[in-house]
């Protein structure tokens, strides 16, 4: 069974960093593409941030770029995103989610997602 | 970048058909066999209903169907039910560069 679980959200300053994790299992991380997609309070889905199966490519909203960086640890099954320079905007459910494919194709899998909060 | 257009709110009776549309662009819609749709609950994890435009992965009811023209997707609802009261989110892969994903603005389906 395939499971992802998101942890790391949590409430921090404007301007702080925060990193997310994704724990995967049940399939093999290292053959999928995998993406964050977030959630503001009240507001639609809004794709973040893809890292390619073995990591090399990486790819971002404008909203974050610059800000945000994906990693993974194919080793570890973990997909990980490291949020620098945070604002009230960023505030948000951060989901993680499979890619059908080692390439793009679209999202299989969901985990439940992690909170943050940006705010003073 | 910029978000898919869906209408905000599609509502039915129990029984019939809706249709949701999802417009984008010829950078995106138009241009790949790569649209996804997702059925959101309260407070739940986005699931997929429609995949490459119009395929259903197993366990979706077939009631769930899903087209493209040009660049506008559709999703329909048919013998709609109590339990599909939820949002729907349609997804395009971008092929671009920089990002991969682009989704709809969202749509709220109620079941009158």
């Known amino acids: 069974e395939v499971q992802l679980l998101e942890s790391g959200g949590g409430l921090v300053q404007p301007g702080g960093s925060l990193r997310l994790s994704c724990a995967a299992s049940?399939?093999?991380?290292?053959?999928?593409?995998m993406s964050w997609v977030r959630q503001a309070p009240g507001k639609g889905l809004e794709w973040v941030s893809g890292?390619?199966?073995?990591?090399?490519?990486?790819y971002y909203a404008d909203s974050v770029r610059g800000r945000f960086t994906i990693s993974r640890d194919n080793s570890k099954n973990t997909l990980y995103l490291q949020m620098n320079s945070l604002r009230a905007e960023d505030t948000a459910v951060y989901y993680c989610?499979?890619?059908?494919?080692?390439?793009?194709?679209?999202?299989?899998?969901w985990g439940q997602g992690t909170l943050v909060t940006v705010s003073s | 970048q910029s978000a898919l257009t869906q209408p905000a709110s599609v509502s039915g009776s129990p029984g019939q058909s809706i249709t949701i549309s999802c417009t984008g662009t010829?950078?995106?819609?138009?241009?790949?066999?790569?649209v996804s749709w997702y059925q959101q609950h309260p407070g739940k994890a986005p699931k997929l209903m429609i995949y490459?435009?119009?395929k259903r992965p197993s366990g979706v009811s077939n009631r769930f169907s899903g087209s493209k023209s040009g660049n506008t997707a559709s999703l329909t609802i048919s013998g709609l039910q109590a339990e599909d009261e939820a949002d729907y989110y349609c997804?395009?892969?971008?092929?671009?560069?920089?990002?991969?994903?682009?989704f709809g603005t969202g749509t709220k389906v109620t079941v009158l």
């Open positions: 989610a499979k890619d059908y494919s080692t390439s793009w194709s679209y999202h299989d899998y």
């Open positions: 890292s390619s199966a073995s990591g090399s490519r990486s």
């Open positions: 049940g399939f093999t991380f290292s053959s999928y593409a």
């Open positions: 490459e435009g119009s």
């Open positions: 010829s950078s995106d819609v138009g241009s790949y066999n790569l």
């Open positions: 997804c395009s892969y971008a092929g671009s560069s920089t990002f991969v994903y682009v």
